[in-house]
């Protein structure tokens, strides 16, 4: 059988070379798809993640300035809420589970399970993973996600009266705008990863952190860290500080300076 027909027989880390100028991005590629034959992630979340890649492209593939003033913000704003909940889907448990699991850890947050396409076996595919990754405890599977969020029509209503439904903030990932623009509805403080500074959940958050999610929870993990050293007038003087609205200008005029300066070099 043909090498690219036999899928089972070789691995993609075989045949990319060392040199190859995208290998980490193919091997991005390469996770989920296994997550995808894990029941971890659906189809239409390698979609999803295809719009992120093109994103990346043109903020360089760096976290950058914008996306680190997000990020401190973010950090403070956990650091300060009483009952944080990391909201989790396909491609964030495919993506980075071990940071994930790190950071609830680092800011007592819960973690909860939390899908668009729903159903109890990637619930509990996930919930395993992370709970491979040390994570403690894991809501929103099965009949845990008993409460619903009003406004919101799909699945993803379905929450846990013990994570989402109580949450005063709430870190969220490769989310579509319309549960980011519900959970702010009911009064809560969204912090969203989002590469694309356009989606209409990076522009309803209350914080925007425009970057790669593989490399933003890390980055997230370490400013904790950092800002646990902090009391609390200090973090809540890093939060009201932040302007959303700006850091959004801000990636926005990054990638069409960025734009003008790459057709420059042509
Ligand atoms: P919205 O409904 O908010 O306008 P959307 O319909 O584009 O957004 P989805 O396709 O459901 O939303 O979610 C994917 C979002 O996640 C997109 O904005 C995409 O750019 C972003 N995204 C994809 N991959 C990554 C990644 N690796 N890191 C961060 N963000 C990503």
Not at 107 to 113: C, P, R, S
Request: hydrophobic letters at 40%.
């Amino acid at each position: 059988m043909d090498k690219a027909q036999d899928s089972k027989s070789w691995s993609i880390r075989d045949i990319i070379p060392e040199n190859h100028p995208r290998k980490e991005s193919l091997l991005i590629r390469e996770k989920l798809i296994e997550a995808m034959e894990k029941s971890i992630l659906v189809p239409q979340g390698l979609i999803a993640h295809g719009r992120g890649e093109c994103f990346d492209y043109l903020i360089g593939e760096k976290t950058q300035d914008f996306a680190e003033k997000a990020i401190e913000a973010a950090a403070a704003t956990l650091l300060l809420a009483k009952t944080p909940v990391i909201s989790i889907n396909g491609n964030m448990a495919a993506l980075v589970p071990e940071g994930l699991v790190r950071l609830a850890e680092e800011t007592n947050a819960k973690l909860e399970v939390n899908l668009f396409y729903r159903d109890e076996r990637r619930e509990k595919a996930i919930a395993e993973l992370l709970y491979k990754a040390n994570a403690k405890e894991v809501l929103g599977v099965g009949e845990d996600a008993s409460t619903v969020i009003p406004e919101l029509f799909s699945q993803r209503r379905r929450v846990s009266p013990k994570g989402i439904y109580i949450a005063d903030v709430i870190l969220l990932g490769l989310e579509d705008g319309d549960r980011t623009e519900a959970l702010v509805k009911m009064g809560k403080k969204v912090i969203a990863i989002d590469i694309n500074p356009l989606s209409r959940t990076s522009r309803s958050a209350t914080i925007t952190i425009v970057d790669n999610i593989i490399r933003a929870v890390p980055r997230l993990v370490e400013k904790v860290k950092e800002l646990k050293s902090k009391n609390k007038e200090e973090l809540e003087q890093i939060v009201l500080n932040y302007d959303n609205k700006n850091v959004l200008a801000e990636s926005l005029k990054f990638i069409a300076n960025r734009l003008t300066q790459l057709s420059l070099s042509l």
